[in-house]
């Protein structure tokens, strides 16, 4: 087996219908993965899955009936579970809502947790010592450095994410699991449709990129993939900026 090889192997991906959760599944399935992609607006998820050769599981990952829901849905041991689904919230300071901090802790923290909890079950039936069961939590770069925009809920939400990473790492490694985090620069992506929409500010954006550009779909998802091959067996607790040198 090739040393970056994912075939065979079952992967959920959340929030896999666009933007950074889709190009992951496309490279999954592109690479002989047998994937299942989640999002709350049926019509999108499907239509996505229809594209990429998924399997389509309409569920609200804020709820507990949505996680029952993905949950259900995967037969089988788990290989890989990519936790992307994520939202954001930008305002103000002096009138940054209350409700902002809820419904992002809600989705972009307590999201991962309980759905990674839920499934720990069929990645124990998953895991060995050759070959880990992975868990990928996709963060932020705003979850790394301050971000420009104010968006403080969304960049601290981030930020826990990859702590709550290392944490869950620390603690599942006796099981042959892996937990790791990555942490995207711009993509394409509903979130950054607001600066990447349009041409000078998207020229602008690449420009403050040390690389020179925005990312690509197969920078995103060959992370995903060495993250949950056999060249990144050994890796866990780690948090990857892809980002172009943003971070630096």
């Known amino acids: 087996m090739s040393l ?5 192997k079952t992967v959920v991906v959340t929030g896999g219908s666009r933007g950074i959760g889709r ?4 490279g999954f ?3 002989g993965a047998t994937v299942y992609i989640s999002a709350r607006k049926t019509a999108e998820v499907e239509k ?7 399997t389509a599981v309409p569920a609200d990952l804020s709820t507990a009936e949505g996680l029952e829901t993905l949950v259900s849905a995967v037969d089988g041991p788990l ?3 990519v936790n992307n689904a994520g939202a954001t919230w930008g305002a103000p300071l002096e009138e940054y809502p209350g409700h902002a901090f809820d419904k992002l802790w809600d989705i972009n923290v307590k ?5 990674t909890q839920r499934f720990l079950p069929q990645l124990r039936e998953a895991a060995t010592a050759e070959d880990p069961a992975r868990v990928i939590n996709v963060g ?3 979850g790394i450095r301050v971000p420009a925009m104010p968006t403080y809920a969304y960049s601290s939400t981030k930020s826990a994410v990859h702590m709550l990473t290392r944490h869950l790492a620390r603690h599942l490694a006796e099981e042959h699991i892996t937990v790791n985090a990555i ?3 711009p993509f394409e992506s509903k979130m950054m449709a607001f600066a990447l929409d349009d041409p000078a500010t998207r020229e602008l954006v690449a420009s403050n990129v040390p690389l020179g550009r925005i990312g690509r779909p197969e920078d995103m998802a060959g992370a995903a993939i060495y993250l949950s091959s056999r060249a990144g067996a050994y890796l866990t607790g780690a948090v990857i900026p892809v980002d172009g040198g943003i971070s630096c």
């Open 4 to 8: 970056f090889s994912v075939e065979g």
């Open 23 to 26: 190009m992951i599944a496309a």
């Open 29 to 31: 399935a592109e690479a």
């Open 48 to 54: 996505a899955a229809a594209e990429l050769g998924c």
């Open 79 to 81: 290989h890989v579970l």
């Open 111 to 115: 999201g991962v947790f309980f759905l």
């Open 140 to 142: 932020s770069i705003d």
């Open 183 to 185: 942490a995207p620069g």
